[in-house]
């Protein structure tokens, strides 16, 4: 439910610094000084929204182990109760821009008049920022038990993925046929193409991993080898390299790939990685990619001789212009009949037809409105309803939390 809120608030912070264009016809009226409280305002959302959006893949986490452990549980509720300040704090700070009334030159005065709200609003954020920064230090980065054990059985900067914590069922898939279409479309056709970089990208909780993994899922039988690889912020390209071996050995059945590369330097690693791909055709997923970086460090790595397959998903769009020609997907939030259907698809997965009950269908409809279409959010908002009892006063008293 946590995560559902986060993701709700990082569209309305996305939304809020659309309006960030304002700045510009503001320093031509009035002074410099006045200016830059709206600037330190602007520059306090942004910050926050990036702190939110690293914080959003751990809560999906998180979420499994608030029953057990109750040190998770007080954490994903203080999370919980900051996101609803900081959109108090959006709520004020665009319903105060967004005035309509007169003409350009009078809101431009009403809003210099307010250089104290800015003032208030900025310092706000500020102080919320830096519980969550305190939240941060206190975990540990948000390390925690049963997290904490999954953390260290992998790379500290790069780990796999569980593919089927991203796979639903074909039935559960909702709105991503297009998508999916094109991507499958981009990574079969002209095999006589050596290389194709296919990318997906969109604000965090639109659904990228879930459409990539169907797709990874549905085509890494039909090449010689596959990897799926998570990146982190804070990769290594070491890490990195070692972490592609180890995905490549999974699907290495003829046993050429057994070397111990737990000492190696990267020219030893970059050999074999080379050495095992040369000739063959493979697909490589890169998840969760943060910076154009990290492929210009790593796309030597990869032999020429060779038909290569790479999907990259990221939420930074200048990652998406990796993309050879026009092969990039940007994910949007769900179409209304869209998330209606996701939504009846969790929170009703027990009844035969899936269909919302008569008298849950207005509190179901507020439900999905307050998810604003994110994938995610519905998703977990459904899976918790279908945990309850499924009646009015139920379901009312969840709402009002």
């Not at 039988?221 to 972490?243: E, R």
């Not at 269909?355 to 899976?383: H, M, T, W, Y």
Request: charged share 30%; with cysteine.
């Amino acid at each position: 439910m946590a995560e559902g809120v986060v993701g709700m608030l990082i569209l309305k912070l996305g939304s809020a610094l659309a309006m960030e264009a304002v700045k510009v016809g503001t320093r031509n009226l009035c002074l410099e000084a006045k200016a830059s409280s709206l600037d330190r305002l602007f520059g306090q959302v942004r910050d926050i929204k990036e702190e939110l959006e690293s914080m959003q893949s751990f809560l999906q986490e998180a979420e499994r182990f608030k029953d057990t452990d109750k040190t998770t549980a007080s954490f994903i509720k203080k999370i919980r109760g900051l996101a609803f300040q900081i959109e108090d704090v959006v709520d004020e700070f665009t319903y105060k821009l967004e005035d309509k009334h007169g003409g350009f030159s009078v809101k431009m005065k009403r809003r210099f008049r307010r250089i104290r709200t800015w003032r208030r609003l900025s310092l706000k954020l500020v102080d919320i920022k830096l519980k969550l920064e305190n939240l941060d230090r206190r975990k540990a980065r948000y390390d925690m038990r049963g997290i904490a054990v999954e953390a260290r059985s992998s790379d500290a900067h790069c780990r796999p993925t569980d593919q089927t914590s991203y796979f639903p069922t074909e039935e559960n898939l909702v709105g991503i046929d297009e998508s999916r279409n094109l991507l499958i479309n981009w990574l079969t056709c002209d095999l006589q193409q050596e290389s194709v970089i296919g990318t997906v990208w969109g604000m965090g909780g639109v659904g990228k991993t879930t459409l990539v993994a169907h797709v990874y899922n549905t085509l890494k039988i039909d090449f010689d080898s596959a990897a799926w690889i998570t990146v982190s912020k804070a990769y290594q390209v070491q890490d990195l390299l070692k972490q592609i071996i180890r995905e490549l050995q999974k699907s290495d059945l003829k046993g050429e790939l057994r070397v111990d590369i737990m000492d190696m330097e990267n020219r030893s690693l970059v050999e074999i990685i080379r050495d095992f791909l040369r000739g063959k055709k493979y697909l490589l997923v890169l998840d969760d990619v943060w910076g154009v970086d990290i492929w210009f460090k790593i796309r030597d790595v990869f032999p020429a001789n060779s038909t290569s397959r790479f999907v990259i998903t990221s939420r930074i769009h200048e990652v998406a212009l990796l993309a050879t020609g026009n092969c990039i997907v940007e994910l949007k939030p769900l179409e209304e009949h869209h998330s209606w259907e996701l939504f009846c698809k969790e929170a009703f997965w027990k009844n035969e037809n899936r269909i919302c009950p008569q008298e849950l269908e207005s509190l179901a409809q507020k439900f999905v409105d307050k998810c604003n279409g994110l994938p995610i959010a519905i998703a977990c908002i459904g899976r918790l309803l279908s945990c309850k009892k499924q009646s009015h006063s139920e379901w009312e008293k969840l709402y009002k939390e």
